[in-house]
């Protein structure tokens, strides 16, 4: 039902467990997918954590805040931001304080170390949250790399998962210029004096994972090929991966230490002409398959919406895609060949009707060329001029 609730958006009730990881949202991941290790919180050990720390609360405390949370939603961002600042902080001391983990408290399966693993990841987040917020804020407006430098310093020093998580988070809350900046600033830190060996190998680590993921994205991009809703999530995979190449690139740059992103063929900027033909050929085998091959046994409004929110969806992809490409010309090219067929009607797009012809026109070209095209199509046909009539004697 998660998915479901997520496009409905209905209004949440303040609960503790949400107010409280708010700040983690980034990092919080259903039980199915979660690994220990990884940096990440997994779902059902969340209600457990907030018991612990509510344990601390004296009653009157704990009254008082929950009939504080039950009066409001939790889109009321004011409301659980002048909550928050004062637990959060509270909440992280006492997560990163923890000696241990009751295993009674903790949801099935999960073992007590898991668990104080899990309460330290989220301690470290919940106090250096005023930091991640300013440097997310700095690289939106296109800066930051100075106060992140410390930032990932410190995070590196509290261990993988609390590196990948710092990671993980960035990636998340940032725009795509602000990925770039964070893995530049990780070619800086290789060489840092203040790096041992052991987190050297962490950064290289997750390049090297990080590199097999994108290799087996470009490989094979059309097995997350779908309609709408998929497309577009695929147009965002696209964009962060082209965003974490350049990232790589610069880091490369200042320091040499990945050897795999010296290898024959799989530099980042090798990478990035191969994702480049990948989301050309997407897009040209999606416009003929969703769009101009279509068959479809009656042309009603869901379907029409369908095919619409398609190609959406698909402009969507070719955006992503000339941010990749060094000319737009083949994508040009591409949606070009594309408005001719709608407008001559071939193929199954001839047993269109002109509204809705017009309608893939207008998210094609434009209001201007669906006007004309529309204006062309409801004209009445020329009838034959008359002959003149003579008279004969």
Not at 32 to 55: D, I, N, Q, S, Y
Not at 64 to 91: C, D, K, M, Y
Not at 292 to 302: D, H, K, S, V
Request: glycine content about 8%; overall charge neutral.
């Amino acid at each position: 039902m998660r998915p479901r609730l997520g496009a409905l958006r209905p209004p949440r009730p303040l609960t503790l467990p949400r107010l409280l990881f708010r700040p983690l949202d980034p990092l919080i991941v259903d039980e199915g997918a979660w690994k220990e290790g990884e940096g990440t919180l997994p779902r059902p050990v969340l209600v457990p954590l907030t018991r612990l720390f509510a344990a601390t609360l004296a009653p009157e405390q704990h009254a008082s805040l929950q009939a504080a949370l039950a009066a409001h939603h939790f889109n009321e961002t004011s409301v659980v931001e002048a909550i928050g600042e004062r637990l959060w902080p509270l909440a992280g001391r006492f997560f990163r304080g923890l000696g241990e983990v009751p295993p009674e408290a903790l949801p099935p399966g999960m073992s007590p170390s898991q668990g104080l693993a899990c309460a330290r990841l989220a301690g470290f987040f919940l106090e250096e949250r005023p930091a991640f917020e300013r440097v997310a804020k700095l690289l939106r407006e296109g800066g930051g790399e100075e106060a992140l430098h410390p930032l990932l310093r410190s995070a590196l020093y509290h261990g993988p998962a609390t590196f990948l998580g710092a990671m993980r988070w960035l990636r998340t809350r940032c725009p795509l210029g602000g990925t770039s900046a964070v893995f530049a600033v990780l070619g800086d830190l290789l060489p840092h004096s203040e790096a041992t060996r052991e987190q050297r190998a962490v950064i290289a680590a997750y390049v090297r994972r990080l590199q097999e993921e994108i290799l087996a994205f470009i490989a094979d991009p059309a097995k997350e090929e779908a309609c709408g809703e998929r497309i577009t999530g695929l147009a965002r995979r696209i964009r962060d991966t082209a965003a974490v190449l350049r990232g790589l690139e610069v880091c490369r740059k200042k320091n040499n230490a990945f050897a795999s992103l010296n290898e024959r063929g799989l530099d980042p900027p090798a990478l990035l002409k191969r994702l480049d033909d990948a989301c050309h050929a997407l897009v040209e085998t999606l416009l003929r398959r969703r769009i101009l091959e279509r068959e479809e046994e009656a042309e009603t409004t869901p379907r029409a919406a369908e095919r619409e929110a398609d190609l959406l969806a698909i402009l969507e992809l070719e955006e992503a895609g000339r941010l990749l490409a060094a000319s737009g010309a083949d994508y040009d090219h591409l949606l070009k060949e594309t408005r001719a067929a709608v407008e001559e009607g071939r193929g199954a797009l001839g047993r269109l009707g002109s509204a809705a012809r017009t309608r893939l026109l207008e998210l094609l070209a434009g209001p201007e060329a669906a006007y004309a095209f529309f204006t062309r199509e409801s004209a009445p046909a020329p009838s034959a001029q008359a002959a003149p009539f003579r008279f004969t004697f």
